[in-house]
């Protein structure tokens, strides 16, 4: 089920460090993924008080939205800062991680983090 698009989940975000994230994004990531976990391929919820049963994934250092993944996938020790991601190889996990470490694969989004595809969303 696709979720509706609550502008209080993109402040919650943006509190979070995640740069460059819009309502267009959101959605583009959601139809790509199916509306499943990147990671687990778990269906991705949304609860009846609006609460989500899915986080989005960021590049720390960059702000960079991911992926949207599950919670459990979300709080794996694998995709912890620092993490020795090789004793999770023959994992999703490590696929995940090595995946991001070469390349962001959200499409629509340029090396500054700026949606391109979305421009009319984006407020000044």
């Not at 959605?27 to 391929?41: A, D, P």
């Not at 008080?49 to 989005?56: A, E, I, P, Q």
């Not at 991680?97 to 391109?116: A, F, P």
């Amino acid at each position: 089920m696709k979720p509706k698009w609550d502008e209080r989940r993109l402040a919650v975000w943006r509190n979070q460090g995640i740069r460059g994230m819009t309502r267009g994004l959101f959605f583009r990531m959601w139809e790509q993924q199916g509306g499943k976990c990147r990671i687990c391929s778990e269906v991705l919820s949304v609860g009846s008080s609006g609460r989500s049963g899915f986080t989005l994934d960021h590049d720390h250092d960059t702000g960079r939205p991911r992926s949207l993944l599950c919670q459990g996938c979300n709080k794996h020790a694998a995709l912890k800062e620092g993490a020795d991601i090789d004793q999770f190889k023959d994992t999703p996990y490590y696929d995940y991680v090595q995946q991001h470490r070469k390349v962001n694969d959200v499409e629509g989004l340029d090396g500054s983090g700026e949606d391109k595809m979305d421009c009319r969303e984006r407020r000044t």
